[in-house]
């Protein structure tokens, strides 16, 4: 199983779950099952974990343990599952988001500009929309967007223009079709910095990642019960400032909220480490892509 997914930072992320051995917890990124294997076994015969995958590949990756409950959804169905198997309430939740290894790997995914692979990149393959279709029917001032939003990435609106001259003249289907497309906008000192931001902001518009990831924070949040903790890896910057901002605020903005006529701050929730956890150089020698890495914890205290 470790070749389908090395967990990262599978020690702190669990023990920041703080485990109680009758508890309910989930694991809302299932991917090799590394996680969910460390939680169950600190989880006693009445302990219960729910995990979710909507990538049909993890299922393989089941154990056989009649305590786990296999949902292949996306994570932000939690609540809804949470109420249909009759859970009132959750323990833990940890969510490992991004990539998984072999997601990664897989040529035929479109994740990785590794490979001269189909343009699809959707972790959910039942679902429509794939990369190729972003590129080559949404329009220059779309595609500058999602690039500049997602990927953060300089000179986005050339490369939206360059895209949509190339598939002019020809269809994008592949990654070399793309590299093609954007090849003059490269800077060549940091390549596979620009192509790793490309495919970034792709794979997030693809998949919705940061509305689903703001729609399961939100849900998560309110399914915790007291003494209940969250654990969240996030890997760029976007992911990061998201999580980052609910855990201080219990919204995106990271705004607190205040009562109108008192001024009082209502806020059921604090922050386990106020200092981000991050891999050390030992996880990071053995897996190299630990090295982007960030870990919050959040509890409900009341």
């Not at 001259?165 to 800077?187: F, H, M, Q, W």
Request: net charge negative.
């Amino acid at each position: 199983m470790s070749e389908y997914h090395t967990p990262v930072l599978l020690k702190p992320s669990v023990d920041g779950l703080n485990i109680r051995r009758d508890g309910k917890y989930m694991d809302l990124t299932f991917g090799g099952g590394g996680h969910s294997r460390e939680i169950l076994s600190r989880l006693g015969e009445d302990g219960e974990l729910m995990a979710f995958d909507q990538d049909c590949d993890a299922i393989a990756n089941l154990p056989e343990d009649e305590r786990l409950i296999f949902v292949n959804h996306n994570f932000r169905y939690l609540a809804n599952f949470m109420r249909y198997y009759g859970w009132d309430g959750v323990d833990g939740i940890l969510a490992d988001l991004g990539v998984s290894s072999h997601e990664f790997d897989e040529a035929d995914r479109g994740f990785s500009f590794r490979f001269d692979a189909p343009l699809d990149m959707r972790m959910n393959q039942s679902a429509e929309l794939t990369a190729g279709k972003v590129l080559n029917e949404y329009s220059v001032d779309e595609l500058k967007r999602i690039f500049a939003d997602y990927g953060e990435l300089d000179g986005a609106y050339r490369v939206a223009s360059a895209i949509v001259r190339y598939r002019e003249t020809n269809e994008l289907k592949t990654s070399g079709d793309l590299y093609s497309a954007v090849d003059r906008c490269i800077p060549r000192e940091r390549e596979k910095k620009f192509l790793a931001k490309l495919y970034q902001a792709l794979r997030i518009e693809v998949n919705g990642e940061l509305d689903v990831l703001e729609e399961m924070l939100e849900r998560a949040m309110k399914i915790l019960k007291p003494g209940g903790r969250l654990s969240v890896i996030t890997y760029h910057s976007l992911e990061d400032r998201l999580v980052k901002n609910f855990f201080k605020s219990g919204n995106a903005r990271g705004e607190v909220e205040r009562d109108p006529i008192t001024g009082s701050v209502h806020f059921d929730y604090k922050e386990v480490n106020r200092k981000v956890i991050v891999p050390d150089e030992e996880e990071i020698t053995i897996n190299p892509r630990s090295r982007s890495a960030k870990l919050r914890i959040l509890e409900r205290v009341r």
